[in-house]
């Protein structure tokens, strides 16, 4: 018997583009992210240390404009990328979770075009946990290296408004600051780090997580999900369960 084969265009290009961005600039963190946390083992301090953060830095802004467009794109992308696909919301996400779980765990396969109920709460989390990164990286941004767009707040903190310090003011440099202005900032970043740092921790079992589901869901449902990534489409040879929704 012929199984009858089905393409359904599911990921937009814009989808696509934010994803691998995505994947490149969160290794890209982490594998600096790593070094900066391991400077003193590694014997990196001075202007080497400084230079991580930079590189570090601006790696994060690519990310952040990543995110920030992805986040407009669920508003105005296509059915597939809007909000209500891929958050675990509405009437029966709690009864679709319940269902797929148990077919999942009892070897019953299903379909989705778009993302299945455990892959939506995945994703949510993953967001969640993203922009709080974003939000944390910024200001670290900021009390380290100065930079937008909190540098010039915390550059101010630091010489309480002295214009000859500012002036001179370097990331790294510690001569131009104003030493108690300087503390204060440091305990007010304290906490900030903590967050960045045990986000850092959180993202990285949630990408082995992310890489796991994906390789089941591709042997289970037999969806072409990896490859949907690179074409957009998704060939299927049963009917999908989300597809009335699709039409």
């Excluded at 508003?75 to 009437?91: C, D, E, M, S, V």
């Excluded at 010039?152 to 310090?165: H, I, K, R």
């Excluded at 007010?188 to 850092?200: E, L, M």
Aim: hydrophobic share 45%; net charge positive.
């Amino acid at each position: 018997m012929t199984t009858k084969l089905q393409r359904y265009k599911v990921w937009d290009l814009t989808t696509r583009i934010f994803h691998w961005i995505n994947a490149a600039s969160v290794l890209s963190l982490i594998i600096v992210g790593i070094l900066i946390l391991n400077t003193k083992h590694l014997g990196i301090e001075g202007e080497a240390k400084v230079l991580l953060k930079i590189i570090h830095a601006y790696i994060g802004y690519i990310f952040v404009i990543n995110l920030g467009w992805r986040f407009i794109w669920a508003f105005i992308g296509n059915h597939y990328a809007k909000w209500r696909q891929f958050l675990p919301t509405g009437n029966n996400y709690l009864h679709s979770l319940k269902t797929y779980s148990r077919n999942l765990y009892s070897g019953v396969r299903q379909q989705y075009l778009g993302h299945n109920p455990i892959a939506r709460l995945v994703i949510s989390i993953f967001f969640i946990l993203l922009s709080i990164q974003a939000t944390t990286g910024l200001i670290i941004a900021g009390t380290d290296l100065y930079y937008p767009p909190f540098g010039n707040y915390f550059a101010e903190w630091v010489t309480e408004g002295n214009q000859d310090l500012l002036n001179e003011l370097k990331p790294g440099d510690k001569s131009h600051v104003i030493e108690s202005a300087y503390e204060e900032m440091r305990i007010f970043r304290k906490p900030i780090i903590t967050i960045h740092v045990y986000g850092f921790y959180t993202i990285c079992v949630l990408i082995l997580l992310h890489i796991i589901g994906v390789i089941v869901t591709e042997v289970k449902e037999k969806n072409g999900l990896i490859s949907a990534m690179f074409t957009g489409e998704k060939v299927l040879d049963e009917s999908p369960v989300d597809e009335k929704k699709h039409r």
